[in-house]
């Protein structure tokens, strides 16, 4: 294990797979396209910055979801704030993973207030080791951690909008969160929704395929049908996105649960294409079918990725 500069780190990112991180314009050598699409008066949606950003407007500041890949810190602020003559006053972040807290350390030091469950600040405040990657992460300097940690959830008001954030059993990792803006009926699943791929899930700080699809059964239960969903990446996704997902990821689980069980080796595990119906539509993207079974294979048979 070796630990990596923030540069490594992103030249990591760039060169990885599954780069689960990287979703458009995110390389060293490339500016960032960092894009902004409203979702309802006082909401936007920021993309092409790792993790999806959701901005909301209040009579007092912004209020971000997550703060995208650290290389972007500087356009993403500044991209955040055009969305009107306002101050970024609270973050919360979906989980601890660098591709949603890269721009905590600059907000932070702006004086916003960042909130996140009580693990994120755990996982931010020492060097991560993710066996299935093979890597270490840096921990964040401590104006980046959050200063106002949950255990399991709480509603606030944020100008007219109401606000329920909401901490689920380990899943994706052991510290996610959704947030749901109750008012303009939007809802930030961080990773537990990966829309158009396999997802990634974290073995190594507890999640499971297990814990993804129970959050996914939370989800929807949460949601209506008309909920606009912000999945961790992905274009915004609708509650029957959600239950399709949730479906694909049951009847996977089966599978490769049923291989490992009948004593097959990774290999043969991937040779019986556990994934194959949903293999042209999301074994194309940033996480291939063969490094998903992998990734289930080693999280099923250690316990950890
Ligand atoms: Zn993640």
Known sequence: MTQL????????????????????????????????????????????????????????????????????????????????PFAIRVLINTHYHF?????????????????????????????????FLNREFAALAPEGRPTATFSTGDEIAHGSEKIAYEHVPPAHTDGDATVHFRNANVFHAGDLLFNGTFPFIDYSVGGSIEGMIAAADRIIETVDGKTKIIPGHGPIAVREDVRAYRAVLSTVNERVTALIKSGKTLEQTQAAEPTKEWDEKWGKG??????FVRMLYAGKTSGRG
């Open 286 to 291: 940033f996480q291939k079918s063969s490094d």
């Open 5 to 84: 500069t923030r540069r490594e780190m992103f030249q990591l990112a760039s060169s990885i797979a599954p780069a689960f991180w990287l979703v458009r314009g995110a390389s060293a050598q490339t500016p960032p396209t960092l894009e902004l699409q409203p979702l309802s008066d006082k909401l936007t949606l920021l993309t092409g910055d790792g993790g999806n950003i959701a901005i909301l407007e209040g009579a007092d500041g912004l209020l971000l979801i997550d703060s995208g890949l650290p290389a972007n810190a500087e356009a993403m602020d500044k991209k955040a704030r055009s969305v009107g």
């Open 99 to 131: 591709d949603h807290v890269g721009g905590n350390e600059r907000l932070g030091r702006e004086g916003v207030k960042i909130m996140a469950h009580a693990n994120v600040l755990k996982r931010l405040s020492t060097p991560q080791k993710n066996p």
